[in-house]
């Protein structure tokens, strides 16, 4: 069965500094991966995917993640981030299509002025 | 856009009652799933389903049950309501074939 590892809980960062959020899968043949963001008293809103072809993918907000298959990763990343971007964020993995998402279990970023 | 809608955002329901917890998806999607959102622990799978009067357990579904009657809904039943089940449920959808999931509100129950 799948996994996810999310390396940090929480993450503080200044707002306009670069931030990464981190992400480990356990390894599978083939897989889709997923980031969610979580605002206060929300759902889940997707912020991207990945699900094959270029390893690099763009999604909402100016957020962008590298699939990084011989490290089995996932790195969310901003180059800037804003007070806006404080929520929580988590990855998700599947390893075939129509199967439920397997969530890791959040990091909480927080932006400080 | 996808909508999925659960019925309460907010529920307090004292130990022992049977708690009803709705959600109504409008986009035709063949699959839907109940998650529990807990501080620390993330999201964990509780039931889905791939079609109408159709179930499976995920990886909790100890004290919970599910009703899919139709298409568009799908129902998460607690039984005999324990205190901990205090917590964030989550309600998703997704079409077929797909692992793309779409949430809705969120219903934060606490039990008493």
């Known amino acids: 069965a799948q996994s996810v590892t999310q390396l940090d809980s929480q993450v503080p960062v200044f707002e306009e500094a670069p931030v990464e959020l981190r992400c480990n899968y356990s390894s599978s043949v083939s897989v889709y991966l997923f980031w969610y963001v979580q605002y206060p008293n929300q759902g889940l809103q997707l912020l991207l995917k990945y699900l094959s072809g270029s390893t690099l993918v763009k999604g909402i907000n100016g957020f962008e993640a590298e699939f990084n298959k011989s490290q089995t990763s996932f790195h969310l990343r901003k180059p800037s981030v804003h007070i806006s971007d404080t929520a929580e964020y988590f990855c998700?993995?599947?390893?075939?299509?129509?199967?439920?998402?397997?969530f890791g279990k959040g990091t909480r970023l927080s932006v400080i002025a | 856009d996808v909508k999925v809608t659960q019925s309460s955002r907010y529920l307090v329901k004292r130990t022992g009652e049977k708690v009803f917890l709705e959600c109504v998806q409008d986009m035709d999607h063949e699959n839907m799933f109940w998650y529990r959102q807990d501080p620390g622990l993330g999201l964990r799978l509780i039931y889905f389903?791939?079609?109408?009067?159709?179930?499976e357990k995920g990886d909790i579904p100890e004290g919970y049950s599910v009703s899919r009657e139709k298409k568009e809904r799908f129902s998460l039943i607690l039984e005999s309501a324990s205190t901990n089940q205090t917590s964030m449920y989550l309600c998703?959808?997704?079409?077929?074939?797909?692992?793309?999931?779409?949430f809705g509100q969120g219903t934060r129950l606490t039990v008493v």
């Open positions: 389903s791939y079609d109408v009067k159709m179930k």
């Open positions: 998700a993995v599947s390893d075939k299509r129509n199967t439920p998402l397997v």
């Open positions: 998703a959808s997704s079409a077929p074939r797909s692992t793309e999931a779409f």
